[in-house]
């Protein structure tokens, strides 16, 4: 819709819908929009009055009483315009409010598959940019343009009633006028549009570059991304020039056709006003009914383009809106614990639909043991975990959860059940005790103090500046690995999970905090069914059964003993290539 004139209508409405909350201020904007229409009129027309009724035949009595009355009416229309701007404002602001509400809930149930494949910043953008600018379709857009075309309308009316012929000379302008108005509005939509992609091109730059300023400044890219953001701002700046170049003609080009109606109108108002045909009222109020038909064209075409973006955007928010929440969640089952036995059933699935990422794989794992899942980088285990917690559809096969397969599962109730920690752990900005309760207030303060001991993190959190109320930055920047670690360990725990799934970072930690984690690990599993994708020798040595996964197929299954005694097995050489130098040290 973005390349068409014609304003989408359903499109509209459905906007308009929005206001369905706010019925009663939609009615007094519009209520407002119609009485201002002829308020506005009345103002010269009293003038028109005053001049020849009053001031030429001398009636000083009633000019004053006119002028009274002239008074009160434009206090009263500088009210109603003041509550007319208040109120389409409001109405606005209240609108997007919601609005950002339900595209945020909506986004964070929106299915993992939808992540994958949209930038970030495109669902910021939604949620803000996009969604501000549909406010101004309430601020501009819609009511305004109907009490501007009725405000038209009621100065015509009254013109022709006044004269006929000076409404007519009046008129001669206005093909010109909207002709202008057409080829401005389409110019400036174009070039808005090019401001548009540059600042969205300039945006992704700046946070891409900020996001990555260690890799920049590590490798010395600071002239390189200067130079290429000099590039980018330089044609942000011409795209903006270039609007501006529209507006720099249009509107002196529209002064100069209203200055010479203006002029014509007077010559041939005055020739009438000396034969008598026109009388002085009628010669002072015309110039202000003209400006008052004219400043509206000219404003009307701006604000064409405005409704116009606005609907873009809130094309592309409904967009957002009317996405399927990824993965259907009917199931019915809603559980408060399981006794947590798992079972993979001739599973194979795949990320784009062309490579499979796990083939035809079946294992189990029975309440309370542990399995470790090894392989080499992308063999499909953090896969594993992904379908489990039902981010993703199966291809084919079932996984099952207690013998009852997981689309029947009320995935809410199940997920309370199971604790994931993530290979690249994930803390938010905020306090350390609200990243490990994410705000469920049901955790007490002691809970987390219990399971932090119970961890081993209680020592080194104690020791933060604040303690527990130490302020993680962005991302957990300004903490260690390891320290991230034990926090996301600490936020498993307090949940008290039956099933714990745990993906072990890659990343090498000193032996100190080695053993520290090691305990931590052997903390959380105890008791527990749980998953382990482990890099660390100490944890696989721990675990009841070992998967070997290549490629996407299981390989090898066993103890730690059974495994390395298969001669020339992929175990074996997995074990002899990445720990045994490490055994001595165990
Ligand atoms: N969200 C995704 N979308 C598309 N493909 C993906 C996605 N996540 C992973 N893959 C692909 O699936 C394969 C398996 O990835 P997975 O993350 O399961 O590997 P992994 O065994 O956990 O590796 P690592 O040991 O490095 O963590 C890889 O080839 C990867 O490119
Ligand atoms: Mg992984």
Known sequence: MAGNNKIDFSLLGRVLQLTKPYRSIFFWTGFLAIILAPLGTARPYLINVMVDKYIVVGDLQGLIRMSMVLVVLLVITALARYAFNYLSNWLGQLVIKDLRISVFNHIIHLGLPYFDRTAIGQSTTRTINDIETINSIFTQGTVTIVADLLGMVAVLVIMFITSVKLTLICLIALPFLIWAGYVFKEKAKASFQIVRTKIAQMNAFLNERITGMRIVQIFNAEEQESRKFRLINR??????????????????????????????????????????????????????????????????????????????????????????????????????????????????????????????????????????????????????????????????????????????????????????????????????????????????????????????????????????????????????????????????????????????????????????????????????????????????????????????????????????????????????????????AI
């Open 235 to 584: 044609d942000y700046t011409q795209a903006n020039l270039d609007t501006n170049f529209y507006y720099a003609i249009f509107f002196p080009a529209v002064e100069l056709i209203a200055a010479m109606t203006l002029a014509l109108m007077v010559w041939w108002g005055a020739r009438g006003a000396l034969t008598g045909q026109v009388t002085i009222g009628e010669l002072i109020a015309f110039p202000i009914y003209l400006t008052m038909l004219l400043r509206p064209v000219r404003m009307l075409a701006d604000r064409f383009n405005t409704l116009q973006m606005g609907l873009v955007a809130a094309d592309r928010v409904f967009g957002i809106l009317d996405k399927e929440h990824g993965l259907k969640d009917n199931g019915q089952i809603a559980v408060e614990q399981v006794a947590g036995h798992i079972e993979f059933d001739r599973v194979t699935f795949s990320y784009d639909g062309e490579v499979d990422v796990l083939k035809d794989v079946s294992f189990e794992v029975q309440p309370g043991k542990t399995l470790a899942v090894v392989g080499h980088t992308g063999s499909g285990k953090s896969t594993l975990i992904n379908l489990l917690n039902r981010f993703y559809h199966l291809k084919n096969g079932t996984i099952r959860v207690d013998g009852i397969a997981l689309e029947e599962y009320d995935m809410r109730t199940l997920r309370q059940r199971m604790a994931l920690v993530l290979q690249d752990v994930f803390l938010f900005t905020g306090s350390v005790f609200d990243n490990i309760t994410l705000r469920n207030e049901n955790i007490t303060q002691e809970e987390v103090i219990d399971a932090s001991r119970l961890i081993g993190a209680h020592e080194f959190i104690e020791k933060l500046p604040g303690g527990y109320d130490f302020v993680v930055m962005e991302r957990g920047n300004n903490l260690s690995m390891g320290q991230r670690q034990l926090i996301s360990f600490v936020r498993a725990l307090v949940f008290n999970p039956n099933i714990l799934i745990l993906d072990e970072a890659t990343s090498s930690i000193d032996t100190e905090t080695e053993a520290v984690i090691q305990y931590a690990i052997e903390t959380l599993i105890a008791k527990r069914t749980s998953i382990i994708i482990a890099h660390r020798l100490s944890t696989i040595r721990h675990a009841d059964q070992i998967m070997v996964l290549d490629k996407g197929e299981i390989r090898e299954m066993g103890t730690h003993e059974e495994l390395l005694r298969i001669n020339n097995g992929f175990y074996k050489k997995l074990y002899d290539m990445q720990f045994a130098d490490l055994q001595p």
